[in-house]
């Protein structure tokens, strides 16, 4: 669902931000280019430099909107390279392919995108290459700490990061205007504008939440938890800890009080929620400015981004969401698939992805005035990205996801769901989902406590 | 006349039984059978077959090999109380559903076989119709009509000045479904019935009117018996349609992703056991039980069918 919806969220990104095309293709290059070159002569390094000489074909399977773009771009670039680009299907289904080749022995990509939420499942059981061996950790100032977290597992090293999602407030303003409603900088102020804004319009809600594990799982991260750990295969499962319990203690009253609308994200009636005032925040991730202007267009010129609200008044956010492109053990040419990643998510690969409207993870770019300090006609004129590209900067530390977060996403709704459904406490659910967890982990061969 | 058929049945038994014989011999009859029988083994002989030695063993999604587990994996779906709320559910869906379904089936089939309706043919179709809309399609239409918040059911609430109609909550989900399902079968077991109707010889109808027989009697005395085989048919079908219920609640999901759980059927459960969680080989034994219970079932219902109508 969480991945499904990911899809969506890229199509739509693409229709998107086509003003900031031109503007952005003048600022790929820059402070990029200085370790493009990837002067440093470690051994395995090399071996990507001449893999690229030497030439060859790989195929990339992926479902971002930039990717054809990326790949007309990088033949042109290196003519006796070909790629052959598959799009094997939208978050799910192009999981169970990718599952099913890896399974089967063949028929797996070399290179292929995957969330960063998706990165553990494939690469603890080894069915990606640790590009450590290139040398690739040379490139680690060029991205934010926090996707750059998210492309290791354990020591590994299994991608590089294409795009980011650090969350921020997104509110319609016209709503917060109509009933006096000041902009949330703490949780509590955010519960009681919840509050204040149903008793004054029974068919309005502070947001939407139906029961979302991605959601759930940023808005841990960002009070501070850290219920998954992973050390080989020892797994340590614990949904009651301080910062999930924090998130439950806040996110409880307006659960229980039936103060956020169940309309599940990415359907027709949240569109037209978002649009008509009905939903008048989403906490979420700095890509769905480009989603909002192509799928909801009846909320332009209402529509104003805020820092997420924090539990102390501190700027603390947490990433929602984000893709990295790996290379698959399976590669007969993993060198060449690797010097394909680094260019896609390094080198000039990066300008077809801001061109179509992505949030990146590259520094260069989350700094860059021409981007940081465009206007947005959608919100109002207001300077979207100096919210964002900030928000970027206060992701907290130390968040892992589950070795197998996917199938843990999938029973959300069989656990946690249920307390949504009859409006009641969330812990209990999320007790039930870590018991699951822990069962499904146990018999999948790890050692899980909890 | 029973008898006479019998006895032209027997005497032709009789005659293929020695043909067979030589055919046998020179193997040419194999030349006929071979196409199909190639095809029968690929595609359901060997997949039943891979199946059931996915059974028979239990493989780790991470680090793990595959041992044989025997009939571990039976013993753990037989106690699965995943599993069999899922069978429960589809059970009442079945017990319910499916009489709805067959009665209005038939009314239709025979209010359009009596000759006295208008335009029979135009309701034919019509009634036929929702049957030709592809189920995802059939599902998402029904996914507006039901939406508490932007849908028809919206629309009526607030013309209602209420909140009751909640077609896509957890007291109404399962009902929504079915009538989904009705919607979209009730056409297609109509058709089933009509044929049936119309290969009833219409010198019965002269004799009944001839008895004196109205229109009721008429129903009674020749036509239900003369559905009989159909109505069996229509049933085993519609058991079979019922426990492999799968396509609605899988797209309703989206739209209640609480209320309909991973394990909502039978078959969303051995789905999701296979593609959500990897767990393949628990997902084929899932899916062979629940075929041997259908089977079962389906059988039963035949047998009893067809000694009513003997």
Redesign the interface.
């Known amino acids: 669902?969480k991945s499904h919806r990911w899809g969506i969220r890229r199509l739509v990104v693409a229709g998107a931000a086509l003003t900031a095309l031109a503007v952005l293709a003048a600022c790929g290059g820059g402070s990029k280019t200085d370790s493009a070159g990837g002067g440093t002569t470690t051994g395995s390094a090399d071996a990507v430099d001449a893999a690229l000489k030497a030439g060859g074909e790989i195929t990339y399977w992926s479902w971002t909107p930039s990717a054809q773009a990326q790949v007309t771009a990088f033949m042109k670039q290196y003519p006796n390279v070909k790629v052959n680009y598959v799009n094997a299907g939208t978050g799910?289904d192009h999981y169970?392919k990718l599952?099913n080749a890896i399974?089967a022995g063949s028929g797996a990509p070399d290179v292929a995108q995957i969330e960063y939420q998706a990165l553990p499942q494939f690469a603890?059981?080894g069915s990606l290459v640790d590009l450590n061996q290139y040398g690739f950790s040379q490139y680690e100032s060029a991205y934010t700490a926090s996707t750059w977290a998210a492309v290791h597992a354990g020591s590994g090293l299994f991608g590089l990061p294409q795009d980011s999602g650090p969350m921020a407030l997104f509110y319609n303003k016209e709503v917060f205007d109509k009933y006096g409603i000041t902009v949330p900088k703490t949780w509590d102020e955010y519960v009681a504008a919840a509050k204040k804004l149903h008793a004054a319009n029974p068919k309005a809600y502070i947001t939407n939440d139906?029961?979302d594990a991605g959601f759930t799982t940023s808005m841990i991260w960002q009070a501070g938890g850290q219920p998954f750990k992973t050390d080989g295969?020892n797994v340590t499962i614990n949904l009651q800890d301080d910062g999930s319990k924090k998130w439950t203690g806040m996110w409880n009253q307006l659960v229980e009080g039936g103060l956020v609308?169940n309309?599940?994200g990415?359907?027709?009636?949240w569109f037209?929620?978002l649009g008509d005032g009905?939903i008048a925040t989403l906490p979420t991730g700095a890509w769905m400015p480009g989603v909002m202007e192509s799928s909801v267009k009846a909320g332009a010129g209402k529509w104003a981004v805020a820092p997420m609200p924090t539990y102390d008044g501190q700027p603390a956010t947490a990433e929602n969401g984000g893709s990295t492109e790996s290379v698959l053990k399976q590669s007969k040419n993993p060198a060449l698939a690797a010097a394909f990643v680094r260019w896609l998510n390094h080198d000039e690969g990066v300008k077809p992805f801001l061109a179509s409207g992505g949030f990146p993870a590259t520094t260069a770019d989350l700094k860059d005035p021409a981007f940081v300090d465009k206007t947005s006609a959608y919100f109002g004129g207001q300077k979207i990205n100096q919210v964002l590209t900030a928000a970027a900067g206060t992701v907290v530390k130390g968040w892992s996801y589950l070795?197998?977060e996917?199938?843990a996403n999938?029973?959300y709704?069989?656990t946690v769901?249920?307390a949504?459904?009859s409006k009641s406490d969330l812990n209990a659910g999320l007790t039930s989902w870590q018991d699951a967890l822990v069962k499904?982990g146990n018999?999948?061969?790890?050692q899980v406590n909890g | 006349m029973a008898e006479s058929v019998a006895q032209q049945q027997l005497a032709r038994a009789g005659a293929t039984g020695k043909r067979r014989r030589r055919v046998f011999k020179d193997g040419k009859g194999w030349l006929f059978v071979g196409p199909f029988l190639a095809v029968f083994a690929v595609t359901f002989l060997a997949p039943i077959g891979y199946a059931i030695y996915l059974s028979l063993y239990r493989n780790?999604?991470?680090?793990?090999g595959t041992v044989f587990v025997g009939l571990d994996n039976y013993t753990q779906a037989l106690q699965d109380p995943k599993f069999w709320e899922a069978f429960g559910r589809v059970a009442v869906f079945l017990v319910v559903q499916v009489p709805i379904m067959l009665v209005l089936a038939l009314l239709a089939a025979l209010a359009i076989d009596s000759a006295r309706l208008h335009a029979a043919g135009f309701f034919r179709i019509v009634i036929f119709l929702p049957y030709a809309v592809p189920g995802v399609v059939a599902v998402l239409m029904w996914g507006?009509i039901y939406?508490d918040?932007?849908?028809l059911a919206a629309n009526l609430n607030d013309l209602l000045g209420t909140t009751a109609i909640q077609p896509l909550s957890?007291t109404w989900m399962l009902p929504s479904i079915a009538n989904i399902v009705t919607w979209e079968f009730v056409g297609y077991n109509m058709l089933i019935f009509y044929s049936a109707l119309r290969t009833v010889p219409g010198e019965l109808y002269e004799a009944a009117a001839i008895d004196g027989a109205g229109t009721f009697r008429t129903i009674l005395a020749v036509k239900l018996p003369a559905l009989r085989g159909a109505i069996v048919i229509a049933t085993i079908f519609s058991i079979i349609g019922s426990f492999q219920l799968f396509n609605e609640p899988n797209i309703l999901?989206?739209?209640?992703?609480?209320?309909?759980?991973?394990?909502y059927t039978p078959n969303m459960y051995a789905y999701?056991l296979s593609?959500?969680?990897?767990?393949f080989n628990y997902s084929a034994t899932v899916a062979i039980v629940m075929g041997i219970i259908t089977a079962i079932i389906a059988y039963v219902v035949q047998l009893r069918g067809s000694r009513e109508s003997l």
């Open positions: 669902m799910n169970t599952q399974k603890l059981p139906s029961g295969k609308s309309i599940p990415w359907t027709d009636e037209k929620a009905t070795p197998y996917l199938y999938s029973i709704g069989d769901g249920k949504y459904q499904y018999e999948q061969g790890f | 780790q999604a991470f680090f793990g507006y939406g918040n932007f849908g957890g999901r989206t739209l209640a992703p609480n209320v309909i759980t991973t394990y999701n593609f959500a969680g990897q767990q």
